[in-house]
């Protein structure tokens, strides 16, 4: 694998736990930082319909109590 350069959101500051991405080539990585041995791995199209369904709201069952 290539040598990645991982990137959290700005959001996250300090904390050790958060989501982590990375990109190369044709393929997007995703990491927990508390994890960073699993990888999944996805397209930029892929990657952009999630992020769509989730700013939609698609998602939000799955948090609800």
């Not at 999630?50 to 939000?60: N, T, V, Y």
Request: aromatic share 10%; hydrophobic share 35%; with cysteine.
């Amino acid at each position: 694998m290539h040598q990645l350069n991982w990137q959290k959101s700005s959001f996250s500051s300090d904390q050790a736990n958060c989501v982590e991405i990375a990109s190369a080539g044709e393929l997007v990585y995703i990491r927990e930082s508390d994890d960073p041995t699993t990888i999944v791995t996805t397209t930029p199209t892929k990657l952009a319909a999630w992020l769509h369904g989730a700013k939609a709201g698609e998602f939000d069952h799955f948090t609800e109590a």
